[in-house]
């Protein structure tokens, strides 16, 4: 059997979170999509959708996938009221949210879930660039016991910059129950600056496919499970999709089952510690998080290697507290600026990708085979070698 799949306005939280209340109750499936622009001419570009979908699916999420090919997530009212069950009970009841993350996000998704449970109104803060003080200005707005919001690490040290500078959006900051953390790494030095303030940051880990954050802290809540398969993060539950939406084949990959259960493939390296928490250690593939963005390091060295001059060029990436990840430029020639590599990345890529520097070496470190060796020249951009924590991924999932 199936239903009516409406698109809406992932910008407007209002029509989003009335259609899926709906959607919650049984009704239309809600496809909440962001606005598409093309870069020749600037004119919007609607989203082709299908006019229905599976009874069971009550909301699509477009997320980028790692080769770039957008995926379309279909997730059952069932696994957004279990994701949104787990999360009050992890951190300690429900309340009143900010909605500082868009409404075409798991994460901005999630928060209009929880309200919707709730039975509260959340405040929506302007969608576009994040500032501290607005963030603070929307925050006085709350008026319900019990204030919780969601950011990604960009939007949090944007906050605890301003904390450590201005004692009012401090004290606003603080106020909060619970801020959770999610959709790139989130540097520990922040995750501290923001704790010595007095901020209750939680890091959150899940995607799309887990109905946003499933793991708080390296701990699973709900009746999520974390199996380590060959050294790769699978996660289980009543939160997970139901897959991509007309897309078997991407679905058979990324969903498998063992041990009686349905498991969700996260494509994550990563391990269980001795008091059974999760590590995410990084991608099983070459992309990296940066500002919510997935980048290709592979897509950022084929537009770099473009250039004259840089074919031997190696694209590999870089801890940032503001943007979690970026790409650096090694290579063994020094004609190149950073602002012709930026342009060029940026006009194919997207803003996202551009790299933040160049290292000018005297050689390429190869393999026996005449490849990059790409862990050598990893190390030289960051000599201590230590792995990045990993967290949620496909822009914000908290």
């Given at each position: 059997?199936?239903?009516?799949?409406?698109?809406?306005?992932?910008?407007?939280?209002?029509?989003?979170?009335?259609?899926?209340?709906?959607?919650?109750?049984?009704?239309?499936?809600?496809?909440?999509?962001?606005?598409?622009?093309?870069?020749?001419?600037?004119?919007?570009?609607?989203?082709?959708?299908?006019?229905?979908?599976?009874?069971?699916?009550?909301?699509?999420?477009?997320?980028?996938?790692?080769?770039?090919?957008?995926?379309?997530?279909?997730?059952?009212?069932?696994?957004?009221?279990?994701?949104?069950?787990?999360?009050?009970?992890?951190?300690?009841?429900?309340?009143?949210?900010?909605?500082?993350?868009?409404?075409?996000?798991?994460?901005?998704?999630?928060?209009?879930?929880?309200?919707?449970?709730?039975?509260?109104?959340?405040?929506?803060?302007?969608?576009?660039?994040?500032?501290?003080?607005?963030?603070?200005?929307?925050?006085?707005?709350?008026?319900?016991?019990?204030?919780?919001?969601?950011?990604?690490?960009?939007?949090?040290?944007?906050?605890?910059?301003?904390?450590?500078?201005?004692?009012?959006?401090?004290?606003?900051?603080?106020?909060?129950?619970?801020?959770?953390?999610?959709?790139?790494?989130?540097?520990?030095?922040?995750?501290?600056?923001?704790?010595?303030?007095?901020?209750?940051?939680?890091?959150?880990?899940?995607?799309?496919?887990?109905s946003g954050g499933c793991v708080y802290d390296g701990?699973?809540?709900?009746?999520?499970?974390?199996?380590?398969?060959?050294?790769?993060?699978?996660?289980?539950?009543?939160?997970?999709?139901?897959?991509?939406?007309?897309?078997?084949?991407?679905?058979?990959?990324?969903?498998?089952?063992?041990?009686?259960?349905?498991?969700?493939?996260?494509?994550?390296?990563?391990?269980?510690?001795?008091?059974?928490?999760?590590?995410?250690?990084?991608?099983?593939?070459?992309?990296?998080?940066?500002?919510?963005?997935?980048?290709?390091?592979?897509?950022?060295?084929?537009?770099?290697?473009?250039?004259?001059?840089?074919?031997?060029?190696?694209?590999?990436?870089?801890?940032?507290?503001?943007?979690?990840?970026?790409?650096?430029?090694?290579?063994?020639?020094?004609?190149?600026?950073?602002?012709?590599?930026?342009?060029?990345?940026?006009?194919?890529?997207?803003?996202?990708?551009?790299?933040?520097?160049?290292?000018?070496?005297?050689?390429?470190?190869?393999?026996?085979t005449g490849k990059p060796d790409r862990r050598a020249v990893a190390l030289l951009v960051d000599?201590?070698?230590?792995?990045?924590?990993?967290?949620?991924?496909?822009?914000?999932?908290?």
């Open positions: 059997m199936a239903h009516p799949l409406i698109r809406v306005d992932g910008g407007d939280a209002r029509a989003v979170m009335d259609t899926l209340r709906s959607a919650l109750d049984g009704g239309p499936a809600v496809f909440p999509a962001a606005d598409v622009v093309d870069a020749a001419d600037g004119a919007d570009v609607t989203i082709a959708v299908p006019a229905e979908v599976a009874d069971e699916v009550a909301l699509v999420i477009e997320t980028s996938g790692s080769s770039g090919r957008p995926k379309r997530v279909a997730l059952s009212a069932a696994a957004l009221l279990a994701s949104a069950e787990a999360s009050a009970a992890a951190i300690g009841g429900s309340g009143q949210w900010l909605m500082a993350l868009p409404a075409h996000y798991i994460a901005g998704v999630n928060v209009l879930v929880r309200s919707i449970v709730a039975d509260s109104e959340p405040v929506p803060m302007t969608v576009g660039h994040f500032d501290a003080h607005e963030f603070s200005v929307a925050a006085e707005r709350m008026h319900e016991v019990g204030r919780y919001t969601a950011l990604v690490p960009v939007q949090l040290a944007r906050i605890v910059d301003a904390s450590e500078r201005d004692d009012a959006v401090r004290a606003v900051a603080a106020r909060f129950d619970r801020i959770l953390i999610g959709g790139q790494a989130a540097p520990r030095d922040l995750l501290d600056r923001a704790r010595a303030l007095g901020l209750a940051v939680t890091r959150t880990y899940g995607s799309s496919e887990t701990r699973p809540i709900g009746d999520t499970r974390i199996a380590i398969v060959g050294g790769a993060v699978e996660l289980s539950g009543s939160v997970l999709a139901e897959g991509y939406l007309h897309d078997v084949e991407r679905t058979a990959s990324a969903f498998t089952v063992h041990d009686d259960r349905r498991w969700y493939r996260t494509g994550d390296l990563g391990g269980l510690g001795g008091d059974g928490s999760l590590r995410v250690t990084g991608r099983a593939d070459n992309v990296i998080i940066s500002g919510g963005t997935k980048v290709s390091l592979d897509a950022v060295e084929r537009a770099v290697r473009g250039l004259d001059g840089l074919q031997d060029a190696v694209v590999v990436s870089t801890s940032s507290e503001q943007w979690g990840q970026v790409p650096i430029v090694v290579t063994a020639s020094a004609g190149a600026t950073i602002a012709d590599l930026r342009a060029r990345v940026g006009s194919e890529l997207g803003p996202a990708a551009r790299p933040a520097s160049i290292l000018v070496i005297d050689r390429i470190p190869l393999l026996s000599p201590a070698g230590a792995p990045t924590t990993g967290e949620v991924r496909s822009g914000a999932t908290s």
